[in-house]
């Protein structure tokens, strides 16, 4: 029988599909909400925060996703250090192409000789040898596609990544990129109220690619009282937020939802998810 609850990126990453979002980790924990929200320094919090990652990884998350922008590469650390005893258990993505010349500007910067750079920086940051999966943060339009996706197939001949991703991208986009290096997994914005990638989502379905939807929980009114969301969770006797993780399980085997959260208890919440089974009916009414 086929286990549904881990799928294997590039093929021999076997990962739980219930993975963990990091950026959150970062400044203090009043600055850690909403859409704006710095991600600028270490957390303040740094006890807790290690505490909390390595609560995850006891827990049986093994995909853990950083980026070299969050907090300025605090938060590749912070990763490092909570994760060094199970470094052989869990998969690390990390991401580069975006500048942080302030803590409200994301620039998006994918000079290929910057990609490189910025990879052996994650290295030392992670404290490896070899980055698992190092995604391409955004796609740089004032640089052809050629020479960004070649620096991370540069990367990896030379054995520096393991597996090369995609963040934010079309379908179109992911099939030009592929035509230059395998592409192992894509991440874009995607949940139950967000469903502008569902092409994405097919079509990486259908090549064995994971898609790693990031935000991947409805806020405000899509779940509320009277709302399928609401009506399903209560037939499965789960939270709402966990009915919404396992539509999104049950959308597609290759997707990988990767809730962020500093509480424990919602951590737990999360990854009890991934035993939720939606029945087709269910799903069908959430969608």
């Not at 620096?151 to 379908?171: D, M, P, Y």
Request: hydrophobic share 45%; charged share 20%; aromatic share 6%.
């Amino acid at each position: 029988m086929t286990n549904t609850t881990v799928f294997r990126i590039g093929g021999d990453l076997e990962v739980r599909r219930i993975g963990y979002g990091a950026m959150r980790l970062a400044n203090a924990p009043h600055e850690r909400g909403g859409m704006t929200a710095p991600i600028w320094t270490a957390p303040t919090d740094r006890a807790e925060s290690v505490a909390l990652l390595r609560t995850a990884a006891g827990l049986g998350v093994n995909l853990f996703d950083t980026a070299d922008a969050y907090a300025l590469g605090a938060n590749e650390e912070l990763l490092a250090e909570a994760l060094h005893p199970h470094r052989d258990e869990v998969v690390i993505a990390t991401k580069v192409g975006v500048l942080r010349p302030s803590p409200t500007e994301w620039i998006t910067h994918g000079h290929p000789a910057y990609l490189r750079q910025q990879a052996e920086l994650s290295l030392r940051r992670l404290g490896t040898d070899r980055i698992d999966l190092l995604y391409l943060h955004r796609v740089d339009p004032a640089y052809p596609l050629a020479e960004q996706i070649g620096a991370l197939g540069q990367l990896q001949e030379e054995g520096k990544i393991r597996h090369i991703g995609l963040s934010e991208v079309s379908v179109a986009e992911i099939e030009a990129a592929s035509e230059i290096a395998p592409i192992a997994a894509v991440q874009n914005m995607y949940n139950l109220a967000e469903r502008g990638h569902d092409p994405v989502v097919d079509h990486t379905a259908g090549r064995g690619i994971a898609f790693v939807p990031y935000f991947p929980v409805a806020r405000g009114e899509f779940a509320a009282d009277g709302t399928p969301v609401a009506e399903v969770a209560r037939e499965l006797g789960a939270t709402r937020t966990q009915t919404m993780l396992a539509w999104l399980l049950h959308r597609a085997p290759n997707v990988l939802p990767i809730p962020g959260t500093c509480a424990p208890d919602h951590l737990a919440e999360n990854v009890a998810a991934l035993e939720l089974r939606l029945s087709e009916g269910q799903f069908k009414r959430m969608s």
